[in-house]
């Protein structure tokens, strides 16, 4: 089959890696489908421990300073060392749940299935063990348990959502990559929807592999819940030409709703409280970030997730 003669790369952002990495680093060297270059996007280099991760095969490692460090810009630098046919951007806590995710994600990139050609290809999030229930309940609302593939015939249906591609894990053909010019030089935040939107954009298609898995959840707090969506509203506004004719507040409402009435049915009500105030937080994080010009610079730097970004906007 064609896909059995794609090269890969994975390229990884780090910034004080932990067990949830080296676990990656595993996993990766036990998967069915070959893996040949491991690129790592380290933030400082004094945090980086070089006997660690000794007789990696494949492995490199690039390291930044943390004033430099951006989501868009450290990940497009990360895939200029990238010498495969298909690379692969994660997370440092993102760990693959089992020896199949690279073969699945390549298969759902180069799958006869579809008119357009597949640019991305993305992979299903689970839950961690200690995963809280409504956190455990919005991955599955997010990654369902249907393979799909998007392109811009669902625009009109899905709206944002047709945009949505997850660097937590998320496969990127090169040569159509290197043809649209690869992630953005400067994000906050959603750097995998803006080029995603390029993809579709440009006739492309974005796969949603639901047999490519990895553990990847959070136990947020309300307030960490609040930067975060700020930085995702900031992404949004910066960027009107992608996001302003596809709203996504409606999306989350839906999520809410969606997200009570399974509460309501497991009879565990007394979560309920917990829910608003979550939604609460992201919607009021949402709407500052929106409107983040008007607000002053002092304010903004205690919004946000990532202050670094700001200097260099300064």
Known sequence: MEENRKTVAVLVPTYRPDKKFSRLLQMLQHQTYPVKQIIIMNTEQSLWNENGYQGIPGLEVHHVAKTEFDHGG????????????VCICMTQDAVPADAYLVENLVKALYQKTQEEPIAS?????????????IERYTRSFNYPEESRVKTEADLPNLGIKTYFCSNVCAAYRMDIYDRLDGFVDQAIFNEDMLYAAQVIDAGYGIAYAADAKVIHSHNYSGLQQLHRNFDLAVSQAQHPEVFASVPSEGEGIRMVKQTANYLKEQKKWHLLPELVYQSGCKYLGYRLGKRYRLLP??????????????NRQE
């Open 121 to 133: 290809a993305y992979a299903r999030q689970l839950p961690d063990k200690d995963c809280r229930l």
């Open 297 to 310: 610079m002092p304010l903004v730097r205690k919004l946000t997730m990532n202050p670094t970004y700001w």
């Open 74 to 85: 450290t990940r497009k630098k990360g895939m200029e060392y990238v010498k495969t046919d």
